[in-house]
């Protein structure tokens, strides 16, 4: 597609469940990222990816959340046992090339995800 | 690292209003800089950039020019439109680090008819 796709739009889930976050990036693009974005706040860096590789998850909050990319093209977020404290929007990016000082990230309209 | 100030929001106009939100940053190396914006209900997409002292980003009449000496990088609309009602974020992006895009809290902007 055009832009980078996110799926599904809206997860409510229920404390205790797990949930998986899916982001096509733009066709051909090397890089990978997902944010957290809190109400209010701006995103939060979680993990990147170049091509398969997950170069950097130092920004996960926990060994509940977890993030693969296995041909280098489409990713999922996977949150287990979700608590209260996840709620929030996860916006994935991708860009051209391995990030420099003109990166430029495409972000898709985000899951919004909302923990009862 | 790189860090970045914004001016607290929300910052509230009128249509056709003058809009500055301030961007003061640090940074290791010498950075590109860039302004990104969030819509209602959105993702973030990038609205100008800069990537070296002295040079003006612009687009859909938004402006910021690259402040080496004082490290800022101010946004600036001469006549605002409620359809710029949005988040503005201010991201610096420097060598000596990873290049990962990051953000701060944001400016959120509201424009009234």
């Known amino acids: 597609g055009a832009g980078v796709s996110q799926s599904p739009r809206y997860k409510v889930a229920k404390r205790g469940q797990d949930v998986a976050l899916r982001c096509d990036p733009i066709s051909g693009h090397v890089s990978l990222f997902w944010y957290q974005q809190a109400l209010g706040q701006g995103p939060e860096f979680l993990t990147y990816f170049q091509n398969e590789a997950q170069l950097d998850k130092s920004g996960l909050p926990s060994d509940r959340f977890f993030a693969e990319r296995p041909e280098g093209s489409v990713s999922t977020l996977k949150i287990q046992r979700t608590q209260q404290e996840d709620s929030a929007v996860y916006l994935c990016?991708?860009?051209?090339?391995?990030?420099?000082?003109?990166?430029?990230?495409?972000f898709g309209q985000g899951t919004r995800l909302t923990v009862v | 690292g790189n860090s970045v100030t914004q001016m607290e929001g929300p910052v509230t106009l009128s249509e056709e209003a003058f809009l500055t939100i301030n961007c003061t940053y640090t940074?290791?190396?010498?950075?590109?800089l860039f302004w990104y914006v969030q819509y209602p209900g959105e993702g973030l997409q990038l609205l100008l950039k800069?990537?070296?002292?002295?040079d003006k980003g612009s687009n859909k009449g938004f402006e910021a020019t690259y402040r080496k000496e004082t490290t800022s990088f101010h946004l600036e609309k001469g006549s605002v439109q409620v359809s710029d009602s949005a988040v503005y974020f201010c991201a610096p992006v420097a060598s000596g680090g990873s290049y990962i895009p990051t953000f701060g809290r944001g400016t959120s902007l509201i424009v009234h008819p």
């Open positions: 940074a290791t190396g010498y950075p590109s």
């Open positions: 800069a990537t070296k002292a002295d």
């Open positions: 990016a991708s860009s051209l090339d391995s990030p420099n000082i003109y990166t430029e990230a495409f």
